[in-house]
Every structure is written in structure tokens, then in C-alpha cells.
């Protein structure tokens, strides 16, 4: 799922190209609010994250294909927090690189790195 991973891309790509610049100041503002967006994606991956197992579905086996849909939709879910919270901070390291602030961008780009190849066993 690439939620915002485009977009990210693109401003990465604009900042480089010099096209677009921030002040230190607007690039910490800016910086911000996306980490504020990427740690609420990671708290909701946390919570769907535990309904990747449920139980008391009964056992029929409608009530285990109802089970597994639930299940299957809680990963999926996983999923999309996951994408979502890297992008956000994909989006941080680009406003940061804007403000030529490098080792602020050094350490997003690695909590965008970590956020993608977290688990739901981790959560």
C-alpha cells in the first residue's frame, strides 16, 4: 500500500531539484506535525494489531470464515498505519532536507526505515 509514498517521493525529488526551500524555523513547524502524524499511525497500527487473533467466533465454519475475514481485515489495516506512518516520515525528512538540516534528515529517513519494516508481531 503506498499511502502518501508518491507524494513524499515527489517533494524529496522537488527539494533536491532546489524548487523548494524552508527556513529553519517553518521546517521544524512543518517537521512536527508530521512526526505528530506518524506516531498516531503507529499507536493505531498498535491497537488494530491486536485483533489479529480474535476468538469466541464459535465453531461453525460461517463463524470461522466470519473470524478470519476480521483477522485478515486487522493485518491489512496493520498495514496501512504502517505505510501511512513512513510516509509521514518520508515527509518530515523532506521538509527537514528543505531546511538543510542533515542530520535531523538522517535520523527521519531511519524511523521511516524502521516504521516500514516493522512487524505486527512487533506491536
Known amino acids: ?9 515527489q ?12 527556513t ?3 521546517a521544524h513547524e512543518v517537521a512536527g506535525h508530521y512526526q505528530w502524524i506518524a506516531d498516531e499511525m503507529r499507536q493505531r497500527g498498535t491497537e488494530v494489531a491486536y485483533l489479529q487473533r480474535l476468538d469466541g467466533f464459535g465453531g461453525f465454519d460461517s463463524a470461522k470464515h466470519l473470524q478470519s475475514g476480521f483477522e485478515t481485515k486487522a493485518v491489512q489495516a496493520f498495514d496501512a498505519f504502517k505505510s501511512a506512518q513512513e510516509s509521514a516520515l518520508r515527509m518530515k525528512a523532506a521538509v527537514l532536507q528543505a531546511a538543510k538540516l542533515t542530520q535531523e534528515v538522517d ?3 531511519a524511523a521511516a526505515t524502521r516504521a516500514a519494516s516493522r512487524k505486527i508481531s512487533d506491536a
Open 24 to 26: 529553519v524555523e517553518a
Open 107 to 109: 535520523a527521519a529517513n
Open 11 to 22: 517533494l524529496w525529488q522537488e527539494v533536491n531539484a532546489g524548487t523548494f526551500t524552508l
Open 1 to 9: 500500500m503506498a499511502l502518501g509514498q508518491g507524494a513524499a517521493a
